[in-house]
């Protein structure tokens, strides 16, 4: 199928102002679209009100408004348009395409349905439509539909008396359990629990606080191994993984201040297959038509059992780790997707010979790591959990994921080298250690035992100051492979210093 | 361990042993998978083969008594750029070097797997060997260029079955890989999808059959009998077969006459005929077409294949070093699928017969699953007669 003849106009919602959570990845994948529709002849409108990226440059859109990005403003921005495409004489319709400028470019557009602007305006959205950005973003609707096509996700159950609560953690069969009230302010009252007593306690309080005493509980994945896949989907439903991405940092961390590895290291190809397989499904029953998905799983170490966390229907930060580790341009290739192309009809950009329906193929390792600021803020809570902190990232390409690991703690700007052993200080807090001091034991396990900023530096404090590869998973519950790697590192830096003495 | 690989075209790389202590020639070939080792090594179609992996890290899951293809590696030497120091998978009963050491295969760690590999690229399959042995440059490169290579020899002959066999009549091996969910019973590898029972009696020629073609043949409900790659024509209709498959299997598919002349002879019963991998090159020689060897074949996870009647574009999984010649094919044959990177023949179906084939291995493992659906539309052939 050639690309579509009936879209006059294309709009793009770019992301708006960098903040914590969202930064210039959004810049990028909004660039290349911009870049991609224009280069098939289509007139390119941008929305951004950042004036610090490149999409904003005159030369990448037809019509730059710099504006908020909010319904009110891109919904004159679809009436005036529309009247000039009119005036123009123009053949063909003005489409929205807002699968790349983030989540603020998606909330925008859902808003915009809500209040009926597409319909009234004849405003097509391409790329995925209301139903899919819907079946994607609601927690529950997401997880009907994934029970549904026969896929895992977390076992939960809803208590309304302490008897069934209790119950309800017999059938699951094991702690921690996550304790949530039913319509209480931001959850309050919920918790947590680690064992029998702390259960019954944040039960109780629970079923108390919430107004139709009602509590869900659920089974906790804190410490499974957290994977990524991206998949890109045509019209014809061509599905591809174009990249998938093992986190470091287990459950509990967000994956945008999680260190991420791609490919994959520690699944057999029988389970990587299953996910591959799960991947297509959830973006099929998603119905995200056309252009990129972001596909989050959670795996236990101890079993394999594989659950679905979470899907974004459209280019995330991920797809950016993804088109630089891989070299597969995800927002470019989404962009002439959703103008109707199929994957076999456009061009591999690496290749320059074979077409862009294949899955990249890579003979190297790639290490993104997250950049913190907490210095920059003291008042902040430096330790990590679901909610994103950090500030920036960097990404490197190596043989071995060791070298890929030290190249991108050296990338980070923080004055290190790599993991240590490059002679510069330690400030720990208020206290300076030597480069190759031993670290307080008991520093040591509470650094590693909550996940934070300098955990990755603390793994190789307590390998130095005798933790074994078992203490430190038990610590940590980061995997096995990943902790041996670091020894590796450690192992070579106690030899190259026995060396020198 | 020192060890060494030596190429016919003089290049020598050295490296670090582990596995078995032993040497070996072969032809050396590279594979793009980057999962899948313990697949690839017990794939008998890897027989007199030295496989380097492109994928820089391998070994990091183990070995299980679950993955195999065959009931053991077949490769002649394995060689990768870093064996991982620890087994981190839940199903790991054993580490690579084990696995290598207990079957007498040498390999070979801490070499420039790139820079092999653009060797290979460039100048095509290269014959080598490969030795954990103490042996030096000179010994070993004589071994790589004496060796007479895979054109012309039947390697079928040596990882065939001997005997004919009904695979899998208990249905022990037959359940597809599944993982547990949510509150199924505890031990996630006694999880398995039940099995159709199995009423379509078939026969399969084994010119060195990986597992997982059984094991799909056998979830579509077919109760297939296993017969050696020598096997007549007549010998294979005296089981009253349904249907008639042939597998993949290693070497050369020239130096076969025994196993084209046999299926001539099926050709002619109006029997449903599937073919896979080496088994689509004896369909394509026994209905007159020529086989021709591949610079550098296509060994991986991720060979788009277009299927020329859907439009549809299939991820494949593949592993040939020889491929059909579309121009020698009759005019009764129809070539349906071609391979998007290098547009050679990837799948042909006869226009009268209920014959058809494909290069790649729909049976994946590994690979992806795009092409599981044949085994499924060998089934509809056979019934629609």
């Known amino acids: ?501 | 361990m020192n060890a060494v690989l030596a190429l016919e075209d003089g290049s020598v790389f050295r490296g670090e042993g582990f596995g078995a202590r032993a040497s070996a020639s072969g032809e050396v070939c590279f594979n793009t998978s980057m999962t899948g080792y313990q697949e690839i090594l017990t794939d008998p179609s890897y027989k007199a083969q030295i496989v380097t992996m492109t994928y820089p890290l391998i070994g990091n899951y183990g070995v299980n008594h679950q993955d195999v293809e065959s009931w053991k590696p077949h490769v002649a030497g394995f060689v990768i750029r870093e064996l991982s120091p620890v087994v981190s998978n839940w199903r790991a009963d054993a580490s690579l070097a084990q696995y290598l050491e207990e079957n007498g295969i040498p390999g070979l760690q801490g070499i420039d797997t790139r820079a092999l590999t653009r060797r290979l690229r460039v100048r095509g399959a290269l014959n080598g060997f490969i030795s954990t042995e103490a042996i030096s440059d000179a010994e070993a490169l004589e071994r790589a260029k004496s060796w007479p290579g895979l054109m012309g020899v039947d390697y079928v002959k040596e990882v065939t079955h001997r005997e004919a066999f009904v695979w899998d009549e208990k249905d022990e091996q037959s359940a597809d890989f599944k993982l547990r969910q949510g509150l199924e019973p505890a031990d996630a590898r006694e999880v398995r999808e039940p099995l159709p029972p199995a009423d379509i009696p078939i026969v399969a020629f084994d010119y060195g059959m990986k597992y997982n073609i059984l094991r799909r043949l056998r979830q579509q409900g077919f109760r297939v009998r296993v017969l050696p790659a020598t096997a007549t024509a007549a010998e294979a209709l005296c089981h009253r077969p349904a249907g008639i498959f042939l597998s993949n299997g290693p070497g050369d598919p020239a130096a076969l006459g025994y196993a084209v002349r046999a299926v001539q002879d099926l050709l002619q019963t109006g029997i449903p005929i599937f073919g896979i991998c080496l088994g689509h090159q004896i369909l394509g020689q026994a209905l007159g077409g020529k086989t021709f060897k591949l610079k550098f074949g296509h060994r991986g996870a991720n060979q788009p294949v277009k299927d020329l009647v859907s439009g549809k574009v299939e991820i494949t999984s593949q592993n040939h070093g020889f491929a059909v010649d579309a121009a020698s094919l009759p005019n009764d044959v129809e070539v349906d699928r071609i391979n998007l990177n290098d547009q050679t023949v990837e799948g042909f179906r006869h226009k009268t017969k209920p014959v058809f084939c494909v290069q790649y291995h729909p049976e994946a493992s590994p690979g992806p699953h795009d092409s599981t659906p044949l085994f499924a539309q060998f089934r509809q052939l056979i019934q629609s007669r």
Request: glycine share 8%; with cysteine; net charge negative.
């Open chain 1, 1 to 501: 199928m050639p690309k579509r003849t009936d879209i006059h106009s294309v709009l793009i919602i770019g992301a708006g102002p960098i903040i914590i959570g969202q930064a210039c990845e959004f810049d990028y994948s909004g660039t290349q679209a911009c870049k991609a529709l224009r280069e098939e002849g289509y007139r390119v409108i941008l929305v951004n009100s950042n004036p610090a990226t490149i999409m904003t440059d005159p030369e990448f859109a037809d019509r730059t408004y710099i504006e908020p990005i909010t319904p009110e403003c891109v919904e004159k921005i679809i009436v005036r348009e529309s009247e000039h495409i009119k005036a123009q004489g123009g053949e063909g319709k003005l489409a929205l395409l807002p699968t790349l400028g983030g989540q603020t470019a998606l909330n925008t557009a859902m808003a915009l349905v809500k209040r009926g602007t597409l319909d009234n305006y004849g405003v097509e959205m391409i790329g995925a439509n209301a139903e899919a950005i819907q079946k994607g973003e609601d927690r529950q609707v997401f997880k009907d539909l994934m029970i549904q096509i026969g896929l895992d996700v977390p076992i939960s159950g809803t208590a309304h008396t302490l008897e069934e609560a209790r119950g309800i953690a017999e059938r699951i069969g094991r702690f921690p359990l996550i304790i949530r009230p039913a319509f209480t302010l931001g959850g309050t009252g919920g918790g947590i629990a680690y064992n029998r007593e702390e259960y019954e306690d944040i039960a109780r309080r629970g079923l108390e606080l919430s107004p139709v005493t009602e509590v869900l509980i659920e089974e906790s994945l804190l410490g499974w191994k957290e994977f990524e896949m991206e998949v890109m989907r045509d019209r014809a439903d061509n599905c591809v993984i174009i990249c998938s991405i093992e986190n470091f940092d287990p459950m509990g961390v967000h994956t945008g201040d999680s260190i991420t590895v791609a490919p994959i290291q520690t699944l057999t190809d029988k389970e990587y297959q299953i996910m591959r397989d799960a991947s297509f499904a959830v973006i099929r029953a998603v119905g995200v038509e056309t252009g990129g998905s972001n596909i989050q799983f959670a795996v236990n170490p101890d079993d394999g059992r594989m659950v679905i966390i979470e899907m974004n229907p459209r280019v995330s930060r991920s797809s950016a780790l993804a088109s630089k580790a891989t070299g597969f341009p995800i927002a470019k290739i989404a962009a002439k997707l959703a103008v109707g192309y199929l994957l076999d009809e456009i061009r591999n950009d690496i290749t320059r010979e074979t077409p862009a329906s294949f899955e990249p193929t890579i003979d190297y390792v790639v290490t993104k790591i997250p950049r913190f600021a907490f210095e920059k803020f003291p008042q902040a809570d430096p330790t990590l959990n679901t909610q994103m902190k950090s500030v920036g990232e960097a990404m490197a390409i190596g043989r071995t994921f060791k070298e890929s690991l030290q190249k991108a703690l050296r990338s980070l700007e923080i004055g290190r080298s790599g993991l240590g052993g490059d002679g510069k200080p330690w400030r720990i807090g208020e206290k300076l250690y030597g480069d190759r001091d031993i670290l307080p034991a008991s520093l040591i396990r509470q650094k590693l035992s909550v996940p934070n900023a300098e955990r990755i530096f603390f793994i190789r404090h307590a390998l130095r100051s005798g933790f074994t590869v078992e203490d430190l998973f038990n610590l940590t519950k980061i995997d096995r492979w990943f902790l041996t790697q670091i020894k590796e590192i450690v192992d070579f830096e106690e030899a190259l210093a026995s060396t020198a003495n």
